[in-house]
């Protein structure tokens, strides 16, 4: 009825309305870019000023606009609706795409400009000044042509220089030069920048979270052996590969089996931050000759930043073409879960260590940025530091318990931890949590051991924690302790 009695009044506005004229200027922002909204039309109807908004995609079958649904009408490839506006002033108006599964809304700000200009955009010499990096690393004998354009990870750079070369530079890691195939590594390289010579077609990976973005960009055949046997991986055309025996095991991270790894020809060990408790076997591989790119992709405090890391994988590949292309796609995904409204009810992500401790997520991570996306609140947040650049701090049973008993839903972590199936395994690790709001509500979930591994999935987390809060859907990484 709100759409029918919006539509007959559109079609009244247009009866009383002045002659249509030009903006002078219209800007918007939201979304992921690839959809684009034009403003042709405004004019004066009934005392309200009114606009018509063009949409470059056939998928938008509604805009509401406070509180008020307007149907688009539809030609050309474009979905076009007409609506009162705001003139010289940022107004929001949200709308329903149908591209995906199922309908999203994505939250647009718009703004008309009349009687004044619009601000003018970057010119492309501007625009390739911005770009220019005033920390980029000077390469003796080649010339820096652009830095990789990224939209959420903050662990890594990646700087193009002349030839086909690149600069990968992880942030407070490793740096390593990529050099095209059939070329040679300039001469006076800083000692710290690791040189890999394409093509890498004997990786060893240890870094297990990365092998789902190997798989999407369709570079599985550059891997010449992981730290996993076949059947400890979710990621199926890595399990059909080692069971073909293209991907070999290679012992695991912490005990990597030298010898087969020499025989292979490994061209790249690809380790997780996990390394760090085996210094040793870093140095042990540097010293035979491989050398180590340690992923920081855990630290990333926006999902999408660990699923941006396929870009830096797609230089080591060659891929960046297919790389950009999933990205895109999977962005969009998560532009259209940001329209989900909040609940206001609390989460708590955890589990608990072999010592006793509790584990949480430090408040600048990932994880509690999926909660807040999903439509919940983080209920940790007091109780880490915002600063620390770790992904997890360890804390006290007593400290957790002050900061969650109240918290409406509890999700342990089975990533790391043992899984749990029932509440008996929840009360086996601490009779407090008998106590717990979340507990006595049967509000207590578990992860799947293999979410660690689907990296290319991650809003697929976002959208089961948002239906745990609202009590729709169906699961993928989530299950309801019995």
């Known amino acids: 009825m709100m759409r029918r009695i919006a539509a007959l009044v559109a079609a009244l506005a247009l009866c009383l309305c002045a002659l249509a004229e030009t903006p002078d200027g219209f800007t918007f922002s939201g979304g992921t870019g690839k959809v684009e909204i034009a403003c042709p039309e405004i004019w004066e109807a009934d005392g309200a000023d009114w606009a018509r908004l ?22 050309d490839g474009d979905s076009v609706f ?3 506006v ?83 530079d992880i942030v407070d890691g490793d740096r390593a030069l990529v050099v095209p195939e059939g070329a040679d590594a300039p001469d006076g390289l800083p000692e710290d920048v690791i ?26 055949g550059m891997l010449g052996s992981c730290s996993l046997e076949a059947s400890d991986w979710s990621v199926e055309n890595a399990r059909a590969a080692m069971e073909a025996g293209d991907i070999l095991f290679a012992g695991k991270y912490s005990e990597p089996d030298y010898e087969l790894l020499l025989q292979t020809g490994c061209d790249l060990a690809v380790e997780s931050t996990m390394i760090f408790h085996t ?35 797609a230089v080591l590949a060659g891929k960046e073409a297919e790389a950009e292309a999933f990205f895109a796609e999977r962005a969009a995904l998560i532009d259209a879960y940001a329209g989900y409204p909040n609940t206001e009810k ?15 997520r430090n408040s600048t991570d990932y994880v509690p940025k999926m909660i807040e996306i999903a439509g919940g609140r983080y209920a940790l947040a007091d109780i880490v530091d915002p600063d620390s650049t770790r992904s997890s701090v360890s804390t006290t049973m007593e400290q957790f318990y002050a900061a969650a008993v109240d918290a409406d839903y509890l999700i342990y972590n089975a990533n790391i931890a043992a899984p749990l199936t029932t509440m008996d395994d929840l009360y ?51 299950s309801r302790l019995s």
């Open 428 to 478: 086996a690790l601490s009779p407090l949590f008998r106590d717990f709001a979340a507990a006595k509500a049967g509000n207590v979930w578990c992860t799947g051991k293999d979410l660690y591994q689907e990296t290319d999935d991650v809003g697929e987390l976002i959208v089961d924690i948002h239906n745990m809060l609202t009590g729709e859907g169906e699961m993928r990484f989530l």
């Open 86 to 168: 705001k003139l010289n002033a940022d107004m929001d108006i949200v709308a329903t795409t149908t591209a995906m599964s199922q309908p999203h809304d994505i939250t647009y700000t718009i703004h008309i400009y009349v009687g004044e200009a619009a601000p003018e955009p970057a010119t492309a010499e501007a625009e390739a000044a911005q770009d220019e990096p005033v920390d980029r690393t000077p390469i003796e004998g080649l010339t820096w042509t652009a830095r990789m354009p990224l939209t959420y990870a903050e662990g890594f750079s990646v700087d193009y220089y002349d030839g086909g070369y690149a600069l990968i």
């Open 54 to 75: 063009v949409f470059s995609s056939p998928n938008y079958p509604r805009v509401v606009s406070e509180g008020v649904e307007y149907a688009a009408t539809h030609g």
């Open 279 to 313: 210094p040793k076997v870093k140095e042990m591989l540097e010293t035979l000759g491989i050398p180590v790119l340690v992923d920081r992709s855990s630290y990333e405090p926006h999902p999408l930043g660990r699923t941006e890391w396929i870009k830096l994988y």
């Open 346 to 360: 609390t989460v708590a992500f955890f589990y608990i260590s072999s010592d006793g401790s509790v584990v949480v």
């Open 195 to 220: 040189v890999l010579q394409r093509p890498l077609d004997s990786v060893y990976l240890a870094a297990t979270s990365a092998m789902a973005l190997f798989d999407r960009m369709d570079a599985l």
């Open 82 to 84: 007409e609506l009162p």
